[in-house]
Every structure is written in structure tokens, then in C-alpha cells.
């Protein structure tokens, strides 16, 4: 399962979303989303944990919960076809 996590410190690292994680099963990658020109982190990330039943501990355990003085926001990611706004990636004009 591919989980949302949001909120984070910009100085928050990979290690330190998986240690958050791994407290609650296998974490099978972790990515923080990163400016593509200044290199900063954009203050995101994505989780994957290979076991759902894991995952959704994970979720209900670290949503609402701090991370180096940062309230994290965690919930099931979603497909990115499903976060296009207004006119679902097709503009008609």
C-alpha cells in the first residue's frame, strides 16, 4: 500500500519517516518529493508497505502524530488521476 504522508519539516529526512514507519511493520520504500530546481524538500512524501493490514496501523497510528515538532498528516495515497482538479486533466476552451 502507497501512503500520503504530509506536514513535514523541511529537514525531515527518509531515515527518519521509515524509523516512524518500521514501528509498525516492513516499509518497503520511502520518498520524499524534493524541489526539481532548488533540490528543497517540498514538505511530502510517499511510504510503501508491502502488508495493507501493516499500512493501515501505520496510518491510524502516525495521522495527527508529531514528527520533529510537525504535526503529520498520513492517509492512503491516492492514484494520481484522481487529484487532477476541475476539469480532470482535459481543458476544453
Do not use: C, W
Amino acid at each position: 500500500m502507497n501512503i500520503y504522508v504530509g506536514n513535514l519539516l523541511r529537514e525531515a529526512t527518509e531515515d527518519d519517516l521509515r524509523q516512524a514507519f518500521e514501528a509498525f511493520g516492513q516499509v518497503t520504500t520511502v520518498k520524499i518529493i524534493s524541489d526539481k530546481y532548488t533540490g528543497d524538500s517540498r514538505g511530502f512524501g510517499f511510504v510503501e508497505m508491502p502488508n495493507h493490514q501493516e499500512a493501515k496501523s501505520a496510518i491510524s497510528g502516525l495521522d495527527g502524530k508529531d514528527l520533529k515538532g510537525r504535526t503529520l498528516k498520513v492517509n492512503e495515497a491516492r492514484p494520481r488521476d484522481d487529484r487532477q482538479g476541475g476539469f480532470g486533466g482535459k481543458r476544453r476552451f
